[in-house]
């Protein structure tokens, strides 16, 4: 059964700061997405990521796979407050997307 | 307009009831899906359809059933409601490029009393 382990599941962030989201998945897969809901919200995709070792970034948002270790980080640069959102991830090892549970960020001044 | 829409987007219905919800698309892309989330689950995939002849179960099949009445159509039916199908139901398309981006609906939020 493909997993897939986001961590933290809650993540307060103090405004300037950084902070990394993992996400850890069990099977083999060509693709990793990031996407971010605000609340109430439908989801909006941040990041596609296609190769081992691939680095997106948009603003203060950077993704990384690592495709041996099974392992994504979305890094977080000077915290701001219109990062507060529900981040997720997921992975499509057969045209099917499974998602993490998901990463609440708070950013508080 | 929007890309992918859903109606309707808020529904309150009783145990035992049928009910459709509905997905559009104007992206022109083959793939489309529906999938629930639940508090603290994620998303979760029902179903999906690679093409209007293709439909295939998700990991959360049991008491759906879905029709791909067009390339831009996709619906969504619960036969029967029952409360613990209260969720947030979107729907999403994909194109089969190299990518395979997901954009996703707004979403249906069902209560079933």
């Known amino acids: 059964e493909l997993k897939v382990e986001q961590n933290p599941l809650f993540l307060s962030m103090q405004e300037g700061k950084n902070y990394t989201i993992y996400c850890n998945y069990s099977?083999?897969?060509?693709?990793l997405y990031w996407y971010r809901q605000d609340p109430g919200k439908s989801l909006e995709s941040l990041f596609v990521?296609?190769?081992?070792?691939a680095v997106k970034q948009e603003g203060r948002l950077m993704a990384s796979l690592d495709t041996k270790a099974r392992l994504s980080t979305l890094h977080i640069t000077a915290a701001v407050h219109d990062l507060s959102a529900t981040y997720f991830c997921?992975?499509?090892?057969?045209?099917?997307?499974?998602f993490g549970a998901g990463t609440t960020v708070t950013v508080r001044a | 307009d929007a890309d992918v829409t859903q109606t309707p987007r808020n529904r309150i219905t009783k145990t035992g009831k049928r009910i459709m919800l509905e997905c559009s698309q104007t992206k022109g892309h083959d793939r489309m899906y529906w999938y629930r989330q639940d508090p603290g689950l994620g998303l979760r995939l029902i179903y999906y359809s690679f093409d209007v002849k293709d439909i295939n179960k998700g990991e959360i099949s049991d008491g759906y059933s879905v029709s791909r009445q067009a390339q831009a159509k996709f619906s969504l039916s619960l036969e029967s409601a029952i409360p613990n199908q209260t969720a947030l139901y979107f729907c999403a398309t994909s194109d089969s490029d190299y990518t395979d981006t997901q954009y996703f609906g707004p979403g249906t939020r069902l209560t079933v009393l």
């Open positions: 099977t083999t897969s060509d693709r």
């Open positions: 997921a992975v499509e090892p057969d045209y099917k997307l499974s």
């Open positions: 990521l296609l190769s081992n070792g």
